[in-house]
């Protein structure tokens, strides 16, 4: 029997490397990091609030999923059904 086995990785392939480099990109804790994580976030969040339109006097975002708190605070929506679903969360919080 030999001790040949054609089906092994080369060891640069291995599943290893690639994780690491998803680690060290997202998961590093330094302060540089963290506040550039935050900066990100920021602007990101002020794009998708410039998305809303105003409509009968409320801003609402076209793209949001309507009637889920999701689109009231990560969407900024303020169409009936978000706020009703948003004061719901915080009714459901309040009792819990
Ligand atoms: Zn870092
Ligand atoms: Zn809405």
Redesign the pocket.
């Known amino acids: 029997m030999s001790a040949y086995q054609p089906f092994d990785l080369p060891p640069n392939m291995a599943p290893m490397s690639a994780e690491k480099s998803v680690l060290s990109e997202h998961r ?3 302060d ?2 963290a506040a550039e994580r935050t900066a990100k976030q920021r602007r990101e969040q002020a794009r998708r609030l410039a998305g809303r339109e105003l409509i009968a006097g409320r801003l609402v975002h076209p793209l949001a999923v309507h009637g889920t708190t999701g689109a009231y605070t990560h969407w900024g929506c303020r169409c009936t059904q978000c706020r009703e679903a948003a004061m719901d969360a915080q009714r459901a919080k309040r009792a819990s």
């Open positions: 590093c804790r330094c540089e990091c």
